[in-house]
């Protein structure tokens, strides 16, 4: 697994925490998220017997390159992106436009010539308006360092799935994994977005795990809710009926 892989694990375990200590807060709001609770016990079950194998195949702290030159291309293009962003909601330019819009939620279900077509696009777009991007911040290194990334990564995203070990087999499990449980976080940040203003201190304490496990996250802009009264603690159920959620994390994820 990578680093990304494990550090979204670890924040989405601990969304689970929350959301079994506030579970009778929510679960009154809408029941039909119950199975989405499952769904995310379930995903977080899987991430750890993919974790305790990989363990068994390579060291703790495995990744294979290809996971590793494709993270480093996609943290190149994020600056890129957001500075492309703002000169096209300045003046709009369709030269830019669809690099541009490209959001970390299309680029992380992105792998190989899909994700290469992307990242192209953007070091493309980012070439082409290298002067206009210094006025956002966004550096000649850093558009330098997109191109360094894909260089990289090109060789490797051509490596079929059916000559990798054992271990990278499990790894694009974890891959899978990782895209399944960010659908059901998503559906959860949709969910209690709507409970900003009924629930703040749930909706609080659920912002709070996301920002600490994921730089991407961007909590709703309403300004309801967060840091607006209680603590959280209303209608949870306590440690005690929590049980196993606040216990130690199960390994790799401590």
Not at 182 to 199: N, P, W
Not at 215 to 233: A, E, L, Q
């Amino acid at each position: 697994m990578t680093d990304r892989e494990e550090a979204y694990a670890k924040m989405a375990r601990q969304l689970y925490r929350v959301l079994t200590d506030q579970r009778p807060q929510w679960e009154a709001r809408n029941p039909d998220m119950l199975a989405d609770f499952d769904q995310l016990n379930s995903y977080l079950q899987a991430m750890d017997e993919v974790a305790a194998r990989q363990g068994g195949v390579a060291s703790a702290d495995y990744s294979d390159a290809r996971d590793q030159a494709e993270h480093a291309a996609e943290v190149a293009a994020g600056p890129l992106v957001r500075g492309l962003r703002a000169l096209h909601s300045s003046v709009p330019n369709p030269a830019i436009a669809t690099a541009a819009g490209y959001t970390p939620d299309q680029l992380d279900p992105k792998h190989g010539p899909e994700l290469l077509g992307a990242l192209n696009e953007i070091a493309a777009a980012a070439e082409g308006a290298r002067p206009l991007l210094a006025n956002q911040g966004v550096t000649g290194e850093q558009i330098d360092a997109l191109t360094s990334a894909i260089n990289l990564y090109t060789p490797l995203s051509a490596i079929p799935n059916s000559i990798q070990s054992q271990g990278g087999k499990l790894s694009g499990t974890a891959r899978e994994l990782t895209k399944s449980l960010r659908s059901v976080v998503k559906h959860f940040d949709q969910f209690i977005d709507t409970l900003r203003g009924e629930i703040p201190g749930l909706v609080e304490r659920y912002d709070e795990a996301r920002e600490a496990g994921d730089p991407n996250y961007v909590k709703n802009s309403t300004g309801v809710g967060r840091n607006n009264g209680g603590d959280g603690s209303d209608g949870g159920i306590g440690q005690a009926a929590a049980g196993d959620a606040y216990g130690p994390e199960a390994n790799p994820f401590q």
